[in-house]
């Protein structure tokens, strides 16, 4: 644990990576205080004595303000996550992943935070036909979910100082299992269409797509917490491990799942196709991903055959779109 930061705050983190996050945390041995929606329970985070779990809307600073005001660092990982959910209501996702950002970063900033680190995308590269999409290419993102991404990096930018060291991850698409789990991301789409349809379309097919394990995930924000001011501040780093097309995602699906599984194509117009390099992390930082795509796989395979999902197919408990209509958030 750095000494530095004893106390977080961490907005979403009873979301997919934040469930998986919260525990690594604080059996490091921080301070954590989530401030979260709550909207997929408050049991994926069990209960620690070092623990706080507050249900708030990061759209209300006031709420906020109440709880981020003895915090070290701040984790941003609240947003309406990736393209289908922005678009079921753009209004709501413009409300939360843009016009709240900047007066969070305010907040932090004045409440004495030193540390805040934000997790952007990787779609904010857009479609790049260099071999190496690295941090210092310009940033073209197709939609508004990556576009307002791209946009809080900038306002990001304009608070970092000696005193409040800001850090952006562009993380590439999680996958694996969580105790807040998502299946509506590729890989766990189909790993899940895998198992219990026995086939997998794929759409289009050659669009890439970087993935990132969710164990990995969690260790490059840990990593991050560990570092020195001077090693991060306003620092971009891409993190992800593989670069696959989605017609080689389903082969390695198909791999761990059964041979028996078919895979069926259909012609797409989403001409989103992403991939990044993760050399500079790697080489500033020393931080390295462990985990495959295919152990990712494995592990949601392992996940359904213990039943620790229920009804995975339609259950909108995994489906972040599902739940939004279903509770009609706003």
Known sequence: ???????LFITGGAGYVGACLVPKLLEAGYQVTVFDLMIYGQDVLSDHPNLTK?????????????????SDAVIHLACISNDPSFELNPSLGKSIN???????????????????IYAS?????GVKKESKVTEELSLEPLTDYSKFKAE?????????????TTVTLRPATVCGYSPRQRLDVVVNILTNLAYHKRMMTVFGGDQLRPNIHISDMVDAYLKILD????????????????????????QIVREIVGVDVEISSEISNDNRSYHISSDKIRSKIG???????KQASQELVSAFENRKLIDPLDNP??????????????
């Open 54 to 70: 507050v249900r708030g809307d990061i759209r209300d600073i006031n709420a906020m303000e109440q709880h981020i005001c003895s």
């Open 121 to 125: 995308s990787s779609s904010v590269y």
């Open 317 to 330: 408990l995994y489906f972040n779109i599902k739940m939004m209509q279903k509770i009609n958030l706003r």
């Open 152 to 164: 809080c990096e900038v306002i990001l930018q304009r608070y970092s100082d000696d005193s409040f």
């Open 227 to 250: 570092c020195a001011d001077e090693e991060v501040n306003s620092e971009i780093f891409n993190v992800g491990s593989q670069n696959h097309s989605v017609n080689e995602l389903a």
């Open 287 to 293: 931080f390295s991903t462990q985990l495959s795509v």
């Open 98 to 116: 843009l016009d709240s950002f900047e007066p969070l970063v305010q907040l932090s900033r004045n409440s004495g935070v030193k540390r805040f």
């Open 1 to 7: 644990m750095n000494p530095k930061f004893k106390k």
